[in-house]
């Protein structure tokens, strides 16, 4: 008699499950996937990209398609001038200088990711940071700044004011625009974006119904401390990762 079989992690494809270089591209390739799946606008705006290990370059996809549309070939490689290493010239977002910034001064950050999230655009739009309300925002705790943004960040000089700006912290709002988050993997900088937007709902959820009371630290640093342990990130990676498998399977086919 069949039994179904318990999944907790999808397994990787064996062809590129030892190659490093080959297994960052499809982590890339599942992570697009994973937040257009959460609901989070990519249009043809928003950016992510993955730090190649050993290497000042990074992978990205092609200008001007939505994180839902991309497949095996929208990811390329790019120096940190933004010059196509190893392949056909394809369209660099101008404002991915936003990434090389942020990879020059941490070298502690593999992924970046920015998307016009609702609820984080609509909180930036009144001014507001992302506050520490509930316990799965203690990820956040003491990590999100608030950016004075002011038109796009094209070229090195504005993109350098936003990497100065984010510091040593893992995430931003940007005023009048969405989010931005940095992490040591591929799986953080995503896990994180996810985090901001789903508490910037709840906190203008809070806000509508009368006045927000923040965790206290003791409790707030409780919580970051597990919550963003490798175990616990881990298993939420895995949840993101069995969703992608049942919503999209041909995702990690490709």
């Known amino acids: 008699m069949a039994t179904n079989k318990i999944v907790f992690m999808p397994e990787i494809r064996s062809d590129i499950a030892t190659d490093p270089a080959s297994r960052l591209r499809t982590e890339l390739l599942h992570a697009f996937h994973i937040i257009d799946l959460s609901g989070q606008p990519s249009g043809m705006g928003a950016h992510m990209t993955a730090r190649m290990a ?39 977002n101008p404002t991915l200088h936003i990434h090389t910034r942020i990879y020059k001064e941490r070298p502690d950050i593999n992924c970046v990711v920015h998307t016009h999230a609702k609820h984080v655009t609509a909180l930036s739009c009144i001014g507001e940071n992302l506050a520490c309300i509930t316990q799965s925002s203690a990820r956040l705790y003491n ?10 960040v094209l070229g090195k000089d504005k993109a350098q004011a936003l ?8 995430a931003m709002v940007l005023k009048n625009h969405g989010l931005l988050t940095a992490g040591r993997s591929i799986q953080e900088a995503v896990l994180l974006a ?36 490798e175990k616990m990130m881990g298993r939420h990676w895995a949840f993101q990762m069995r969703k992608l498998l049942r919503e999209r399977p041909e995702v990690l086919a490709m």
């Open 143 to 152: 990590e999100c700044v608030y950016f004075e943004e002011e038109g796009s």
């Open 194 to 229: 996810l985090v901001m937007e789903n508490e910037a709902e709840i906190q203008l959820l809070g806000m509508a119904a009368g006045k927000i009371k923040p965790l206290g630290e003791e409790g707030a640093l409780r919580s970051k401390e597990y919550l963003r342990s």
């Open 54 to 92: 050993g290497a000042d370059s990074m992978l990205f996809h092609i200008h001007n398609y939505g994180f839902g549309e991309v497949t095996p070939d929208h990811i390329h490689e790019c120096d940190f001038e933004l010059k196509i290493l190893g392949g056909e010239e394809v369209a660099v």
């Open 163 to 170: 990497a100065d700006a984010l510091g040593g912290k893992s």
